[in-house]
Each structure stands twice: as structure tokens, then as C-alpha cells.
């Protein structure tokens, strides 16, 4: 009685359409496929290499390279999550399969290396501003310093003069 029945079924699948449908290509707006990052904006912080939780992202600063194993990433967005410049987002499509392990490597281009350095020469120049004027409203804020007292009359005016001197 089965095996009449079991016959019957096959073949109906033989000669029905499939009850199965095709997949779309692209995946709807939400979904998680790859980590991409955007090396013009990144600063090379590691704070997604830090957050991800299977490694599989690697930061070289001296090299000014950025790398992801994709077979290793598990999609999990901690790194999209706690990228301080946001140029990490996670891609619709997701990694196509392979037979061997591949890391994918992004090199800064000349222009953003230049760009961040040239921020970074800014804010050494900001932060040595406000630490003379820090200094400098100390020393207006405080009584006078008599030389008696053993101070000296401007300390933080003559020791940029001297290292000057000492260049000559």
C-alpha cells in the first residue's frame, strides 16, 4: 500500500511545477551582509578591532592599513556600532562564498594621510595655545612673584626665547 502511494507522489514531482521560488539578488533594506569602510574618513582609531568580538577585523597604523578576514566576521555591526567617525556600515550584499580564506586589505590614499596629519598638526597647535594661556592667566591670577620670594619674573615667556637661542 505505501510503496502505491509513495509512486504517486513521485510522480506528481516529476511532472508539476516546483513549489519552491527563486531568491532575489539583492536583499531587502535592514538586512546584514558585509562590513565596507570608507578609508577616506577612517583614522585608523582600532576601536572596531577592539569590538569585534571574533577578531576578525586588524588595524596596522604604521602601515596605514585596514583589514577584515569576511569568513571570520559574524555580521554581529559591533564595529559599525562604536566607530567613532562612522565610516564603517554594513553592505546588503552578503560575502560570496569560497573555498579558501581570503583577507581583504584597504590602504588610506595619500590625500586622507595628508588631510589627518594635517589635523593632528592643528590640534598640537590648539592644545599648545591653551596650555600658554592657562599659564599665562595663572601667573596674572596669582599675587606677583617678588625675586626675593626665589620665582623667577616670567618663566613661560623666556623658555621659548631660550630654546630659540640655543637653535643659533
Not at 602601515?63 to 555580521?75: F, G, L, N, V, Y
Not at 597647535?125 to 620665582?151: F, I, L, N, V, Y
Request: glycine content about 4%; aromatic content about 4%; proline content about 7%.
Amino acid at each position: 500500500m505505501a510503496l502505491i502511494s509513495f509512486k504517486k507522489t513521485i510522480l506528481r514531482n516529476l511532472f508539476s511545477k516546483p513549489y519552491t521560488r527563486k531568491t532575489e539578488k539583492e536583499f531587502p533594506e535592514g538586512t546584514r551582509g558585509h562590513v565596507e569602510n570608507d578609508m577616506d574618513v577612517c583614522i585608523l582609531c582600532g576601536l572596531c578591532s577592539i569590538k569585534c568580538p571574533t577578531h576578525a577585523i586588524t588595524v596596522d597604523k604604521a602601515e596605514k592599513t585596514w583589514s577584515i578576514r569576511p569568513m571570520s566576521c559574524i555580521q554581529c555591526r559591533c564595529c559599525v556600532d562604536n566607530c567613532p567617525k562612522k565610516c564603517l556600515s554594513m553592505g546588503t550584499r552578503f560575502q560570496e562564498p569560497g573555498d579558501e580564506k581570503v583577507t581583504k586589505t584597504f590602504k588610506q590614499s595619500e590625500k586622507a594621510i595628508a588631510a589627518q596629519e594635517a589635523l593632528m598638526k592643528a590640534a598640537k597647535e590648539r592644545a599648545a595655545a591653551a596650555a600658554a594661556a592657562k599659564a599665562a592667566a595663572a601667573q596674572g591670577g596669582a599675587a606677583p612673584a617678588t625675586p626675593a620670594q626665589g620665582a623667577p619674573a616670567a618663566p613661560a615667556q623666556n623658555a621659548p626665547q631660550n630654546a630659540e637661542e640655543k637653535k643659533d
